[in-house]
């Protein structure tokens, strides 16, 4: 088998099928025909429009022209040019109210910044050539393990627990009491208890190492990078200068299980099974016969998906009620299929968690499968498990946002319960409440696949709009 290259990049948890349809038979992508609610203007092209009475939002969505193509490439990670951005002006000839204060202000402090992913570029012939002895009893020492925490590192570490599916193994040279080993003893019994359902789902871990087990490394770092998954792991240790422990591993935070921040706590257990689903996900691409990169905002958006299945709750909806705050950027320049590495990474993770949760609500359970099983890896994904063109599922989940509970329609596209039930844990409506944009005029850039929501807050008068380069739709509500 020809060799490819794979994009190595460490997944992080913080505190934080149908057939394809023929291409003759699919729609362009948004060319004509788009759905809109009673009540709710559509800016399709430059001009003045009047704003509807009691007017309480304008949403702007990013889409590409028909020639503009985002696929699969060979690397992992979509980069727009500047040509893919869009120029877009807004000028108001009525005063703007002022609301509460700004969203992103407001809950700038509920999460942690995001620690930048690790990136690193193999060469693979997708098979992994074990090398190792994964068998363990307890007080075995497995010597060697090739850590990313706090910096790139070998660890010895030692197998204090073992269950039906699981190996706990301890970083040896950190400390811990019989305390903190019950916890993690709770811990690990626990998602044995959710690990059926989860594999139902998602399917079992991939058991390459041939032990029947997976693998958790508790090691020590900062609480607030709970957990990672290396998909180095899933490639011979000297095809990856030897970053690879070859097996089956999940790597979590003793310090997350030490604090005292009970959240800490309870958060691990969403952790192991968001780094599970990357695990999972990943053997799923690379062992068998697909193509193994894939970009960041599918698998993240399907672990956000995966912590529904925790066991916990109240702390998979206090996290997405969290990344809720974030999914809107007040700057329009956050894309939902580009992944950033900086400071502002946390609006990826929320962008993805909310379109997500978007395809859950609207096409069941069944639509998780049904992405695993496709043979794409980017936007194609989506359209091969939904069999709907990928610009219109980002309109109608624009529309959602805007729409949802608010009664303005009863289109279940775009009247998702789940979005203001408080079975994700937040009411939409009273997300957007708390947006807040002083100026009455603005210009900004566009990236495609991206959205900003302006509140209107019932001002009237006239809006012009104006823009330039891929194209943008506007949602008047």
Not at 6 to 15: K, T
Not at 409 to 414: F, K, L, V
Request: proline share 4%; with cysteine; hydrophobic share 35%.
């Amino acid at each position: 088998m020809s060799f490819k290259k794979v994009f190595i990049c460490i997944s992080i948890v913080l505190l934080l099928c149908s057939c394809l349809p023929p291409d003759s038979q699919k729609e362009e992508n948004l060319s004509g025909g788009l759905d809109v609610p009673e009540g709710v203007l559509l800016l399709e092209e430059d001009g003045i429009y009047t704003l509807p009475e009691n007017a309480m939002y304008a949403l702007f969505l990013c889409l590409p022209h028909e020639d503009q193509n985002y696929g699969f490439d060979g690397s992992n990670e979509t980069e727009f040019s500047p040509s893919d951005l869009a120029k877009v002006s807004l000028r108001f000839t009525s005063p703007r109210i002022n609301g509460a204060e700004c969203i992103h202000d407001r809950h700038s402090d509920s999460l942690p910044l995001l620690i930048p992913k690790i990136p690193g570029t193999y060469e693979n012939n997708g098979n992994l050539g074990y090398s190792g002895d994964h068998v363990f009893e307890i007080g075995d020492v497995w010597k060697d393990v090739y850590l990313y925490y706090p910096e790139s590192r070998f660890a010895d570490v030692r197998c204090v627990y073992i269950t039906e599916n699981v190996y706990v193994m301890i970083e040896e040279s950190v400390e811990y009491d019989e305390e903190d080993l019950d916890d993690i003893k709770v811990l690990v019994n626990d998602f044995e208890k959710v690990y059926p359902r989860f594999k139902e789902i998602f399917g079992p871990y991939s058991d390459i190492d041939k032990n029947g087990k997976l693998i958790a490394v508790f090691g020590q770092w900062d609480e607030t990078v709970v957990g990672y998954q290396s998909p180095a792991d899933f490639f011979n240790d000297e095809e990856t200068d030897g970053m690879s422990n070859e097996g089956d591993v999940i790597y979590l935070s003793l310090n997350a299980v030490q604090s005292s921040d009970p959240y800490y706590n309870e958060l691990t257990r969403i952790v192991m099974v968001h780094e599970l689903q990357h695990h999972v996900f990943d053997a799923n691409r690379c062992i068998y016969s697909h193509l193994f990169d894939s970009s960041m905002w599918i698998t993240e958006g399907l672990s956000s998906l995966a912590e529904a299945y925790s066991g916990s709750d109240e702390i998979f909806k206090k996290r997405l009620r969290d990344l809720a705050a974030f999914f809107i950027d007040v700057d329009g320049d956050n894309s939902l299929i580009e992944w950033r590495y900086d400071e502002e990474q946390i609006y990826n993770y929320a962008l993805s968690a909310m379109f997500f949760n978007y395809l859950k609500a609207r096409f069941g359970e069944e639509i998780i499968q049904k992405i695993y099983t496709c043979p794409y890896n980017d936007y194609r994904m989506i359209e091969h498990a939904t069999g709907e063109d990928f610009g219109t599922l980002f309109y109608d989940f624009c529309m959602m946002v805007v729409t949802t509970g608010r009664g303005l329609t009863d289109d279940p596209r775009y009247d998702v319960k789940e979005f203001y039930d408080g079975s994700l844990g937040f009411d939409m409506s009273d997300m957007l409440s708390k947006l807040y944009l002083p100026l009455p005029d603005y210009d900004f850039n566009m990236k495609p696949y991206s959205l900003i929501v302006f509140p209107l807050n019932g001002a009237g008068g006239e809006i012009s709009f104006e823009s330039e380069g891929t194209r943008v739709l506007g949602i008047i509500v």
